[in-house]
């Protein structure tokens, strides 16, 4: 299943599928991007980042692809577990002054059906 | 230790109430973050410091008032509060220094109600 724009929709998949969870970044000038999983009561936590020199990285069932032309971010998750259940958030960051802010995309609801 | 800590897990205070949010890593990271975060919407920076020193105030309420002890404790004390301060308040860290990349660690958060 796939997600995509900046507002908080909910992406439903079935176990064992992949995800596709989708993010529109605003700043041509961002060229460090994250992704965190937030589950419920919990504080976000890293799953994989990129540079802007990179357009594709993988990490344990993780892949993140960078599309600088059309400024999109893109997570993809293989097999998706119960435990992947959780709202994914997408941040960019502009290291231009040495600015430490991230700037967060709204984020998307990932539900996984046993 | 990997970890970024934050007490107390749950805060329930009266408008008049004065109290403080505690966070503390051992990681050697010289920046450290107050974010706010209400339901179903992504965290709000309130505050940075880099090496103990404030460097970012994103115009926060002065009813909240950040203070970085050393390096590796990080509170936000808190009086006055409105009800719609109520939210999840995260601490991060993160490496710092020019030019590194700012893979920022999270804590649990605390979960603040305003009364």
């Known amino acids: 299943g796939e997600s995509v724009g900046l507002h908080l929709p909910t992406l439903s998949v079935q176990e064992g599928d992949n995800s596709i969870i989708n993010c529109a970044y605003s700043?041509?000038?961002?060229?460090?991007f994250i992704w965190y999983k937030q589950e419920s009561g919990k504080g976000p936590q890293f799953i994989i980042d990129i540079r802007s020199n990179m357009d594709k990285r993988q990490g344990q069932r993780v892949t993140v692809l960078l599309n600088k032309t059309v400024k999109h971010l893109s997570l993809q998750i293989a097999a998706t577990q119960p435990g992947d259940s959780a709202v994914y958030f997408c941040?960019?960051?502009?290291?231009?002054?040495?600015?430490?802010?991230?700037?967060w995309g709204l984020g998307t609801s990932l539900a996984v059906n046993p | 230790d990997t970890e970024v800590t934050q007490t107390p897990k749950h805060l329930v205070m009266g408008m008049t109430n004065k109290k403080s949010l505690k966070c503390e890593q051992h990681?050697?990271?010289?920046?450290m973050y107050w974010y706010k975060q209400k339901a179903k919407k992504p965290p709000e920076l309130m505050f940075v410091?880099?090496?103990?020193?404030?460097?970012i105030n994103e115009s926060v309420p002065s009813r909240f008032s950040p203070e970085c002890p050393n390096s590796s404790l990080l509170n936000l004390h808190l009086h006055a509060l409105q009800p719609e301060d109520s939210a999840l308040y995260l601490c991060a860290s993160s490496q710092g220094g020019s030019g590194r990349e700012d893979e920022q660690f999270f804590g649990p958060g605390t979960r603040l109600t305003v009364l």
């Open positions: 941040a960019e960051k502009s290291n231009a002054g040495n600015n430490r802010k991230l700037i």
């Open positions: 700043n041509s000038a961002s060229d460090y």
């Open positions: 990681m050697g990271h010289r920046a």
């Open positions: 410091y880099s090496y103990e020193k404030l460097s």
